[in-house]
């Protein structure tokens, strides 16, 4: 079984389809790959999509682990992956001060 950091990167859980492709061979074509789990779910923050309709606009590529996979779907869901946009939970300035920052310059 996944734990949360082999299922979830960047706003995309990838759920079972994580273990699935931890356990498939490569290299594999992305033809291969849609072939056997393009029909697999893709969790967003505002949805989901299936992995054929993130990927498939790359065209031709070779997957060479798990990882390439998850990168290259990570790179190419849309805004459907951010959630809340211009949200950042490590701090820093609040708008007020921002916009303090943007006046005295």
């Known amino acids: 079984m ?18 699935a492709l931890e356990d498939a ?5 992305g033809a291969e790959l ?3 789990h393009g029909d697999r779910e ?3 923050e505002d949805g989901t999509e299936t ?13 060479e ?3 390439d996979v998850k990168q290259n779907v990570v790179g190419m869901v849309g805004d459907g992956a951010i959630g ?3 949200y950042s939970d490590r701090g820093g300035e ?3 001060q921002e916009e303090a920052d943007d006046e005295s310059v």
């Open 2 to 19: 996944t734990n949360d950091d082999d299922s979830r990167r960047q706003g995309v859980e990838f759920g079972p389809l994580a273990e």
């Open 51 to 63: 992995l054929q309709a993130v990927l498939e606009p790359q065209g031709e590529m070779t997957f």
């Open 94 to 96: 609040t708008k007020a």
């Open 65 to 67: 682990s798990a990882e």
């Open 42 to 44: 893709l969790e967003l």
């Open 34 to 36: 849609l072939e056997t």
């Open 25 to 29: 061979e490569y290299p594999m074509t």
């Open 84 to 86: 809340r946009k211009r």
